[in-house]
């Protein structure tokens, strides 16, 4: 289960145990800490696409320094691409050039010089690690990045640079927005039993219905091959827990950003067991 933490700047993040065993930098921001007014107040990590109402560059750039600095990676050069609900898997080598911007929704890297970033306000951050620490990937996934297969993408990706199997991976679930908030049409039912079958995590109310996200992700997890003791999940809610959190349905997308950052291990070796 994910742990909150108060840093010394104010801010408020969640962080995993199995990753904080394994010993790689990340966190789960939220929207506690920070200098960004409002509606961003306070710890805006991102822009809002078309709309004219946006913070300041200097308040978002100001925001991740804090974030860096929280956790111990204030050197390193942060990677961050384009999200767009799809299935796209963007991989970052050591001591080779990235372009940030691409358009995808996950990544992974194993330069220990970087941290790479995906962005949140519902949808299901996850964070990865290799039990050595040396390799570690970033998710963004929404209902379409659950159908579209980015879990099972990012992981293979992992497995390929990494050269581990996925049984030996942890993963880390963040905030996002709860069952009972999450409020879907037929078509999105329906996606979701062609995908898990009758058991699909949903439960219906007259022609709409709620999906379960969060557990969601944990079975594509588990069906990539991570075993359910290398997952850490959470009790938070993006929608209902609004003092903690940014939430793009509960404000109707005029809302500020949280970021799930990771990167791999300074030093291996590992310790959390294989």
Known sequence: MLQPHRTDSGLTIYRSPLLEQIGVPHAFSTRVGGTSPPPFNALNLGLLGDSM???????????????????GCEGRERCWVHQVHGVRVCTVRR????????????????????????????CVPVLLSTVDGRVVAAIHSGWRGVVAGVIAAAIQSMVDLAGEAPQTLAAAIGPCIGFEHFEVGPEVLESFVSLFGED?????????????????????????????????????????DRDEFFSHRREAGITGRMAALIGPRSEPPFTLAR
């Open 53 to 71: 109402l946006q913070d300041d560059l200097s308040n978002i750039h100001e925001n991740y320094r804090h974030l860096r600095e929280a956790i």
């Open 95 to 122: 001591r080779e050039t990235f372009e940030n911007g691409l358009k995808a929704d996950a990544l992974v890297t194993d330069d220990p010089e970087r941290l790479i970033s995906v962005k949140y306000a519902d």
């Open 200 to 240: 699909a995590p949903l439960r219906r109310v007259n022609e709409k219905g709620f999906i379960d996200l969060q557990e969601a992700v944990r079975r594509q997890l588990m069906m990539a091959g991570l075993p359910e003791g290398r997952i850490d999940g959470n009790d938070r809610c993006t929608f209902r």
